[in-house]
């Protein structure tokens, strides 16, 4: 029986890459810090990170060197939509939310701040399981109804930073966490404040609730019976049946025994981090453009008009520079091709490059030709001219008729005329003195004031006498206490071959 050929199953999800188009649209951050935060700002950088999950870089490495344009040039490929710059200074940290990537930017001053650790810290029983950050929270703004452009343009940012929720198709059960942004009209400054979500279903006593929402079973060890488990425990604590306002009935399955048309009692418990914003400036770029708002410096309309037709005029003056550098380079490129790079075909170059061989051995064989005859006084024979050309053709020499190039080559003609090597040597060096040994060597020993080794007479006289003339040194002008080591040495051995 033959053996049937093995199918191949799908490995990959249809629902995952049918939902490619709408992650694409979900906007995504990165929380960066510009200049040296303290340990308690670096916390809550690590806290905000941890507000904004999961659609922010958890894990995100910085460097002193990273510029804000590097993150921005890496925010395109990965869909990156927003920027939350964390800095500080001596006055206070702020905190700058940016739209990538042509702005605008916000920037917020931190009057105060608490740490998600510290609010945890304060807590009887904390509630933040790692479950929650699975999805991103639900945005609520309470007090940005005012017509001010400033503020709307804080609820539009806001808003924005997160994903929007469809109420027809979101998930009950996905809706784990709550931000909230309270605006003081009074003292103008935004509370932010973070909580996650818990529910649990009203009219069920405690034990049965526990059960239900436990996975491991109770402890009944120390009751005599299962009854004495549901009815000992009552129904919960007395603030769940007083606050009615917290119950409400469920349109979704939210687990946990909270089931569909039940009525549950929903409790918000504080993550944090928590924090105290004060809204100073409004830029209309990537920080930097035109300021649309400040909270301390105000203008008048004409000089916001000025200031508009300034910065307009720099970007015209922008654009038209590199315009005209753009332009430049073509130029540029278009002369480089007229001039000395016109298109041949292979065959011309080689003809080329083969006529200019020729030219320059043709100059060569002239100039050695030239030389000889005025040296020697005879005409050169086709041995030398070859040997010429040769050594021409390998190297490139100066066509300034100089014989230095020629010494050995001349020479080597000489001995096959019939020279020896040394009349042939000697030949070359009279007719090239200012090359020859024998001519340093003449003009050393003939100098009057030289000795027989070439040295200046009054040199080797002052050595000599500084030689013999030293109270240490012996006869033969060395050192005495060296002689007498010597001898010491060969006492030494004389007592050794006695012995």
Request: aromatic fraction near 6%; glycine fraction near 6%.
């Given at each position: 029986?033959?053996?049937?050929?093995?199918k191949k199953?799908?490995?990959?999800?249809?629902?995952?890459?049918?939902?490619?188009?709408?992650?694409?649209?979900?906007?995504?951050n990165?929380?960066?810090?510009?200049?040296?935060?303290?340990?308690?700002?670096?916390?809550?950088?690590?806290d905000?990170?941890?507000?904004?999950?999961?659609?922010?870089?958890?894990?995100?490495k910085?460097?002193?060197?990273?510029?804000?344009?590097d993150?921005?040039?890496?925010?395109?490929?990965?869909g990156?939509?927003?920027?939350?710059?964390?800095?500080?200074?001596?006055?206070?940290?702020?905190?700058?939310?940016?739209?990538?990537?042509?702005g605008?930017?916000?920037?917020?001053?931190?009057?105060?701040?608490?740490l998600?650790?510290?609010?945890?810290?304060?807590?009887?029983?904390?509630?933040?399981?790692a479950?929650?950050?699975q999805?991103?929270?639900?945005?609520?703004?309470?007090?940005?109804?005012?017509?001010?452009?400033?503020l709307k343009?804080?609820?539009?940012?806001?808003?924005?930073?997160?994903?929007?929720?469809d109420?027809?198709?979101?998930?009950?059960a996905?809706?784990?966490?709550?931000?909230?942004?309270n605006?003081?009209k009074?003292?103008?400054?935004?509370?932010?404040?973070?909580?996650?979500?818990?529910a649990?279903p009203?009219?069920?006593s405690r034990?049965?609730r526990?059960?239900?929402?436990?996975?491991?079973?109770?402890d009944?060890?120390a009751?005599?019976?299962?009854?004495?488990?549901?009815?000992?425990?009552?129904?919960?604590?007395?603030?769940?049946?007083?606050?009615?306002?917290?119950?409400?009935?469920?349109?979704?399955?939210?687990?946990?025994?909270?089931?569909?048309?039940?009525?549950?009692?929903?409790k918000?418990?504080?993550?944090?981090?928590?924090?105290?914003?004060?809204?100073?400036?409004?830029?209309?770029?990537?920080?930097?453009?035109?300021?649309?708002?400040?909270?301390?410096?105000?203008?008048?309309?004409?000089?916001?008009?000025?200031?508009k037709?300034?910065?307009e005029?720099?970007?015209?003056?922008?654009k038209?520079?590199?315009?005209?550098q753009?332009?430049?380079?073509q130029?540029?490129?278009?002369?480089?091709?007229?001039?000395?790079?016109?298109?041949?075909?292979?065959?011309d170059?080689?003809?080329?490059?083969?006529?200019?061989?020729?030219?320059?051995?043709?100059?060569?064989?002239?100039?050695?030709?030239?030389?000889?005859r005025?040296?020697?006084?005879?005409?050169?024979?086709?041995g030398?001219?070859?040997?010429?050309l040769?050594?021409?053709?390998?190297?490139?020499?100066?066509?300034?008729?100089?014989?230095?190039?020629?010494?050995?080559?001349?020479?080597?003609?000489?001995?096959?005329?019939?020279?020896?090597?040394?009349?042939?040597?000697?030949?070359a060096?009279e007719?090239?003195?200012?090359?020859?040994?024998d001519?340093?060597?003449?003009?050393?020993?003939?100098?009057?004031?030289?000795?027989?080794?070439?040295?200046?007479?009054?040199?080797?006289?002052?050595?000599?006498?500084?030689?013999y003339?030293?109270?240490?040194?012996?006869?033969?002008?060395?050192?005495?206490?060296?002689?007498?080591?010597?001898?010491?040495?060969?006492?030494?051995?004389?007592?050794k071959?006695?012995?």
């Amino acid at each position: 029986m033959g053996r049937t050929r093995r199918k191949k199953k799908r490995t990959q999800d249809i629902s995952k890459n049918s939902g490619a188009s709408q992650s694409d649209k979900v906007p995504k951050n990165f929380v960066i810090a510009r200049g040296k935060l303290p340990i308690l700002l670096r916390s809550l950088e690590h806290d905000i990170r941890k507000l904004m999950s999961p659609h922010t870089a958890m894990n995100l490495k910085e460097s002193g060197k990273n510029t804000l344009k590097d993150f921005v040039h890496v925010a395109g490929p990965l869909g990156i939509t927003h920027l939350l710059i964390m800095s500080n200074t001596q006055l206070a940290p702020y905190l700058r939310i940016a739209r990538l990537p042509h702005g605008p930017t916000l920037t917020f001053k931190i009057h105060a701040y608490s740490l998600a650790a510290d609010i945890a810290r304060e807590q009887a029983r904390p509630r933040a399981p790692a479950s929650i950050f699975q999805n991103p929270p639900l945005v609520v703004l309470n007090g940005f109804g005012a017509a001010e452009e400033h503020l709307k343009l804080i609820t539009i940012m806001f808003q924005n930073i997160f994903p929007v929720i469809d109420v027809n198709i979101v998930k009950l059960a996905t809706c784990q966490r709550v931000l909230l942004l309270n605006y003081n009209k009074d003292s103008m400054l935004i509370d932010l404040r973070h909580y996650s979500i818990s529910a649990q279903p009203v009219g069920v006593s405690r034990g049965i609730r526990k059960l239900v929402q436990r996975n491991r079973l109770p402890d009944l060890s120390a009751l005599s019976d299962v009854s004495e488990f549901i009815t000992k425990s009552g129904y919960g604590s007395e603030s769940e049946i007083e606050n009615e306002a917290s119950k409400v009935q469920l349109p979704d399955e939210y687990g946990r025994g909270n089931h569909t048309s039940q009525q549950s009692a929903v409790k918000l418990h504080e993550v944090g981090p928590r924090m105290t914003l004060q809204l100073v400036k409004v830029e209309e770029g990537l920080c930097s453009g035109a300021i649309m708002f400040h909270e301390y410096v105000k203008k008048t309309p004409e000089e916001i008009a000025a200031l508009k037709d300034q910065i307009e005029k720099k970007e015209a003056l922008r654009k038209q520079r590199k315009a005209e550098q753009e332009a430049n380079v073509q130029r540029k490129e278009l002369l480089k091709k007229r001039r000395g790079h016109p298109k041949q075909s292979n065959e011309d170059v080689e003809q080329g490059s083969q006529e200019d061989d020729v030219d320059q051995s043709q100059i060569a064989k002239m100039d050695d030709a030239d030389w000889y005859r005025q040296e020697v006084g005879e005409e050169p024979d086709e041995g030398f001219l070859s040997g010429a050309l040769q050594k021409n053709v390998k190297f490139k020499r100066k066509s300034t008729g100089s014989i230095y190039g020629h010494r050995a080559s001349f020479r080597g003609h000489l001995t096959n005329k019939g020279f020896t090597a040394t009349k042939a040597k000697r030949f070359a060096s009279e007719h090239n003195p200012k090359m020859s040994a024998d001519y340093e060597n003449k003009s050393r020993y003939t100098k009057p004031e030289n000795d027989a080794q070439g040295r200046p007479s009054y040199a080797a006289a002052n050595e000599n006498k500084r030689r013999y003339t030293k109270p240490g040194n012996d006869a033969k002008g060395s050192l005495k206490r060296r002689a007498s080591f010597k001898e010491m040495s060969k006492k030494t051995n004389k007592r050794k071959k006695t012995s």
